[in-house]
């Protein structure tokens, strides 16, 4: 029968997931065969170097702060996701269990528990890319559009600012697709994305709604700004486009809204938007109204 090291010894080593003991200045003293495989170094590079070294810059305060709560006695174990920096320098998740083992009220040492979870976060990345972006021009959707904008309201009313919505259609763009075939349309779509995101700021969002039908956020702006904005759409997307050998002229017309008061919401802001829109398509196309709703 193993005595009680031996079975310690057994339960580390062979252990499927990444253990180890560390010092209270966070050096390896003890690393098991799981833990060189998530982190793609040897045990011998991981006992000359310390968990400090290896975990993501942005982890690091959150993982020091934790361990010198334990050290000090402000509790007994954490968990917590984190980010390692692999030896290839690719960045791997690990769900981390950390405990420390006194003697008396003298910490001695820290035990820790490495599980890879980067599939895990890959997958939940995947899903809310998937439910928050437009999977043909990778734009915010709808959903996101209107989480960003009620945001945007919200922090208007509180710093009495203005928030303009341009809500953009593209004219003509049916008669394309059906000429043309909706590959081309598509491509044509992820064209005129990439011109309305260089026609914004850091703080704007350009989003696809849904179609040919585009709205952008301007949540902190001026009456002229968005006119502004709206004007350079025009003149950027009057720059023909080629698509697979093919020329193609494409115009918008665009709606603008503004809100600069606490009784506007999301639905009523594109609504505006909206009908604005329409309304320059009634003048004549190829330019933008603004809303008489404030």
């Not at 009495?160 to 081309?184: E, M, P, R, S």
Request: aromatic share 10%; hydrophobic share 40%.
């Amino acid at each position: 029968m193993f005595k009680n090291i031996d079975l310690f010894n057994q339960a580390f080593f062979f252990a499927p997931i990444g253990m180890s003991i560390v010092s209270l200045e966070g050096k390896w003293i003890r690393v098991n065969h799981a833990l060189t495989k998530i982190t793609g170094y040897t045990e011998d590079e991981l006992l000359t170097t310390n968990f400090q070294m290896l975990t993501y810059p942005k982890d690091l305060d959150t993982d020091l702060s934790y361990t010198q709560e334990l050290v000090e006695g402000k509790r007994d174990s954490f968990e917590m996701e984190k980010r390692y920096v692999h030896k290839s320098g690719k960045i791997v998740w690990v769900l981390l269990s950390v405990s420390i083992v006194r003697e008396g009220n003298k910490p001695l040492f820290l035990i820790s528990q490495i599980q890879d979870i980067t599939d895990r976060k890959n997958s939940e990345r995947i899903l809310k890319q998937m439910a928050h972006y437009d999977f043909l021009t990778q734009l915010p959707n709808r959903r996101l559009f209107e989480e960003r904008l009620n945001h945007a309201i919200e922090s208007a009313n509180f710093n009495k600012g203005l928030v303009a919505v341009l809500y953009l259609d593209l004219d003509g763009f049916k008669q394309i697709n059906d000429t043309f075939g909706h590959d081309l349309g598509d491509l044509l779509l992820k064209e005129v994305a990439s011109r309305l995101t260089g026609c914004i700021g850091n703080k704007d969002t350009v989003a696809r709604l849904a179609g040919d039908e585009f709205t952008i956020l301007l949540p902190e702006t001026t009456i002229d700004n968005a006119k502004h904005v709206a004007e350079r759409i025009i003149d950027i997307l009057s720059n023909k486009v080629s698509v697979q050998n093919v020329v193609i002229s494409i115009t918008p017309s665009i709606g603008i809204a503004f809100c600069d008061d606490f009784k506007m919401d999301v639905r009523n802001l594109l609504k505006y938007a909206d009908e604005a829109m329409y309304q320059a398509k009634q003048n004549g196309k190829n330019n933008y109204q603004v809303s008489q709703n404030r």
